[in-house]
């Protein structure tokens, strides 16, 4: 009797480690996949979009109003190399492998790929309103994704204030 229960709660162990092994792996990917776009987020996506916000606008200082906008053609060439990251990231985002996001997820890479493109032209024609309004539209892209595909809402505007 003892044997035989004991033999019976081995066999329970054993199917119950074998079906949790299977779902170890069917889950994989998906895991892979979110560490790997919040991996990108953080250390690709949001320095980029920071090299078009933290260049675009106004601060209020102790001193007052001062311009956040580049002084020097360099200033200006890296935010049109920021833009242009921008636009390999949100191509990079809508591969194939992506696809299972769904609809929304490739809108809102349409709609970053053109604000972006648009931040690119307004940084080399040095237009000010055009980078500062390009600035909102690639924030309201990240929105876009964020309120549809992040875990936690507050999360939805990123750092865009910072
Ligand atoms: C196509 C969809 C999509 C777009 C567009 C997008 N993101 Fe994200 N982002 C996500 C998803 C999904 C997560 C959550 C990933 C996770 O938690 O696994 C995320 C997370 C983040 C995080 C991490 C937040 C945290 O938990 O600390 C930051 C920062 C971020 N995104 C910045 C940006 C910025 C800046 C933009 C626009 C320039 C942007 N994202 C555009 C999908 C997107």
Same mark, same amino acid.
């Given at each position: 009797?003892?044997?035989?229960?004991?033999?019976?709660?081995?066999?329970?162990? @054993?199917?119950?480690?074998?079906?949790?092994?299977?779902?170890?792996?069917?889950?994989?990917?998906?895991?892979?996949?979110?560490a790997?776009?919040?991996?990108?987020?953080?250390?690709?996506?949001?320095?980029?979009?920071?090299?078009?916000?933290?260049?675009?606008?106004?601060?209020?200082?102790?001193?007052?109003?001062?311009?956040?906008?580049?002084?020097?053609?360099?200033?200006?060439?890296?935010?049109?190399?920021?833009a242009?990251? +921008?636009?390999t990231?949100?191509?990079? +985002?809508?591969?194939?492998?992506?696809?299972?996001?769904?609809?929304?997820w490739?809108?809102?890479?349409?709609r970053?790929?053109e604000?972006?493109? @648009? @931040?690119?032209?307004?940084?080399?024609?040095?237009?000010?309103?055009g980078?500062?309004? @390009?600035?909102?539209?690639?924030?309201?892209?990240c +929105?876009?994704?964020?309120?549809?595909?992040?875990?936690?809402?507050?999360?939805?505007?990123?750092?865009?204030?910072?």
């Amino acid at each position: 009797m003892r044997a035989s229960g004991l033999f019976f709660s081995c066999v329970v162990a @054993a199917s119950l480690l074998l079906v949790s092994c299977g779902q170890e792996t069917e889950e994989d990917p998906a895991t892979s996949a979110d560490a790997e776009i919040l991996s990108i987020m953080i250390e690709e996506m949001d320095p980029a979009a920071d090299g078009i916000w933290q260049s675009a606008g106004w601060i209020i200082t102790e001193e007052g109003e001062q311009e956040l906008w580049p002084t020097t053609d360099e200033g200006w060439q890296a935010v049109a190399d920021s833009a242009e990251r +921008l636009k390999t990231l949100s191509a990079d +985002l809508d591969a194939p492998v992506y696809s299972a996001m769904g609809k929304p997820w490739s809108l809102s890479l349409v709609r970053l790929t053109e604000a972006s493109e @648009a @931040a690119r032209v307004a940084a080399e024609a040095r237009d000010k309103q055009g980078l500062f309004d @390009a600035g909102g539209d690639i924030y309201r892209a990240c +929105l876009m994704c964020h309120l549809r595909y992040a875990r936690e809402a507050e999360m939805a505007g990123s750092d865009a204030g910072e």
